[in-house]
């Protein structure tokens, strides 16, 4: 038997590509442009984590996004890093199944 776990599954055999979903930690420069849009969301504060689509592919931790605010619109960041911290992008945890 096995159990289910929540964990980063991408690696260099599997490197980002464009159309990949992606997490989007929010800094506090685009959270100013997302409440400058005047439209009523949500996730427009720093440190909110946003999904967001891979539309172009720097290098193997730079990408340009496609970031969606939870209130019907996108808003692009180019040139953002991989990592945990402000305007930055990490992998989207998946659940997978372990062995016991």
């Known amino acids: 038997m ?14 980002v590509t464009i ?4 997490h989007f930690t929010v ?10 849009a005047g ?3 949500n996730g427009n504060k ?8 891979v539309v ?15 209130g019907g619109f996108t808003v692009w960041v180019t040139s953002v890093g991989q990592g945990r911290g402000p305007r930055s992008w ?3 945890p ?3 199944k372990e062995n016991e």
């Open 94 to 96: 998946q659940l997978v």
């Open 19 to 22: 159309g990949r979903i992606v």
């Open 2 to 15: 096995g159990f289910m776990t929540w964990r980063e599954v991408a690696s260099e055999k599997n490197p």
């Open 39 to 41: 439209l009523p969301c």
């Open 27 to 36: 800094d506090e420069y685009t959270a100013e442009q997302i409440k400058k």
């Open 56 to 70: 172009r592919v720097w290098g193997p931790e730079m990408v340009n996004l496609q970031v969606f605010v939870d």
């Open 46 to 53: 720093a440190d909110d984590i946003l999904p967001a689509l």
């Open 90 to 92: 990490h992998y989207a």
